[in-house]
T-cell receptor
Framework: ETGVTQTPRHLVMGMTNKKSLKCEQH?????MYWYKQSAKKPLELMFV???????ENNSVPSRFSPECPNSSHLFLHLHTLQPEDSALYLC????????????FGPGTRLTVL | SQELEQSPQSLIVQEGKNLTINCTSS?????LYWYKQKYGEGLIFLMM?????EEKSHEKITAKLDEKKQQSSLHITASQPSHAGIYLC??????????FGTGTRLQVTL
């Protein structure tokens, strides 16, 4: 595997379900990000991790819970989501939180019923 | 907070035609990035502009940064079907935080 990978690529879940999104980067980077992309809205930064510590949290609802166990892996734990949370969730990584170039994964298309 | 407006929102061009996409910022630009996204997939970094008046090219895609106008333009020469996708501009903020535009959807017809 090369670059940034995300699993699953597609996820359908009910409002009472608990699921997790996984992101893995094979680039040796030390900063990782979660973005949300909804239809007709700008890409929104959700969380930033640098050296496995959260450095940015853009007022994201607590039903989204990130986890960064090491510099290569990033998770987004989901519980009691709402239909408006349906979106494409993108993971990215970079060499340092101040790096200007971020490398994106293919995303997870999430549908909340 | 900084906002980026892209125009047009969508564009359909015939193969071989040239096109331009604009990105205008509500605040001074300290760095401007262009990404391409195929529908439902991740973003691919195209190029980064940092200095006023800077111009960069990659194959048939050229981007310019007009710092005074807080604007950047992306120009594609002799478009091909492979150029189809969503083009996003992003502006650098604090601590690697990128603000993105809403994107321009490009379709290239045969």
């Amino acid at each position: 595997e090369t670059g940034v990978t995300q699993t699953p690529r597609h996820l359908v879940m009910g409002m009472t379900n608990k699921k997790s999104l996984k992101c893995e980067q094979h680039l040796g980077h030390n900063a990782m990000y979660w973005y949300k992309q909804s239809a007709k809205k700008p890409l929104e930064l959700m969380f930033v991790y640098s050296l496995e510590e959260r450095v940015e949290n853009n007022s994201v609802p607590s039903r989204f819970s990130p986890e960064c166990p090491n510099s290569s892996h990033l998770f987004l734990h989901l519980h009691t989501l709402q239909p408006e949370d349906s979106a494409l969730y993108l993971c990215a990584s970079s060499q340092g939180p101040l790096a200007v170039e971020q490398f994106f994964g293919p995303g997870t298309r999430l549908t909340v019923l | 907070s900084q906002e980026l407006e892209q125009s047009p929102q969508s564009l359909i061009v015939q193969e071989g035609k040239n096109l331009t996409i604009n990105c205008t910022s509500s605040k001074t630009l300290y760095g401007l990035y262009w990404y391409k996204q195929k529908y439902g997939e991740g973003l691919i970094f195209l190029m980064m502009l940092q200095k006023g008046g800077e111009e960069k090219s990659h194959e048939k895609i050229t981007a310019k940064l007009d710092e005074k106008k807080q604007q950047s333009s992306l120009h594609i020469t002799a478009s091909q079907p492979s150029h189809a996708g969503i083009y996003l501009c992003g502006a650098a903020g604090t601590a690697s935080k990128l603000t993105f535009g809403t994107g321009t959807r490009l379709q290239v017809t045969l």
